[in-house]
């Protein structure tokens, strides 16, 4: 199955248009910090977003925002004014949602002071009864076995194996 979540924030407006059967489309650029090497810019992806998807995407989702992106990539071959063709990747988004706006900047968090409510006084609890093992009954004139077996020759000292060292472990 071909599923990708992505991390990203819209860098160009989303763009609405419809195909000749009415069907909403919805395009827009998004960029998502590289992090394999820091120092490179920020890889861009299409997006693309299709029928009601498409509406709410134009409606709710703007140039700046960070977003979650789940859906499906895809590859398509672009032919290009030089005369060459060239392959882009694509996400046909399947779900988005909001996690607020801003760029891919680490900056401190804002500190958050959390009011809890007082806890309940006097509230009974339910614990759900316990059930009881119940002893289990040996069928009528079968006599447990009982195991017989002896050695005849006793180990000597038991030694355990010694640990590998995990830094000696090849890869």
């Not at 779900?95 to 401190?108: C, E, K, M, R, Y």
Request: charged share 20%; net charge negative.
């Amino acid at each position: 199955m071909n599923s990708c979540v992505l991390l990203a924030e819209i860098i160009q407006e989303p763009q609405l248009r419809y195909t000749s059967d009415n069907l909403a489309v919805t395009e827009m650029l998004v960029q998502f910090p590289n992090s394999q090497k820091p120092e490179e810019p920020p890889a861009t992806l299409k997006v693309v977003g299709w029928g009601n998807l498409a509406t709410e995407i134009q409606q709710n989702y703007h140039q700046g925002d960070r977003v979650i992106i789940a859906g499906r990539l895809g590859m398509h071959t672009v032919e290009r004014q030089e005369g060459f063709k060239e392959k882009r990747a694509e996400l046909t988004v399947q779900q988005i949602q909001s996690v607020g706006s801003g760029s891919f900047t680490t900056s401190p968090a804002p500190a958050v002071t959390e009011t809890l409510p007082p806890p309940p006084v006097n509230v009974p609890s339910y614990e759900p009864p316990r059930s009881t093992p119940t002893p289990v009954a040996t069928p009528v004139n079968v006599s447990p076995q009982v195991n017989t077996y002896e050695p005849t020759t006793k180990p000597s000292s038991y030694q355990p194996a010694e640990e590998p060292d995990p830094d000696d472990i090849p890869f």
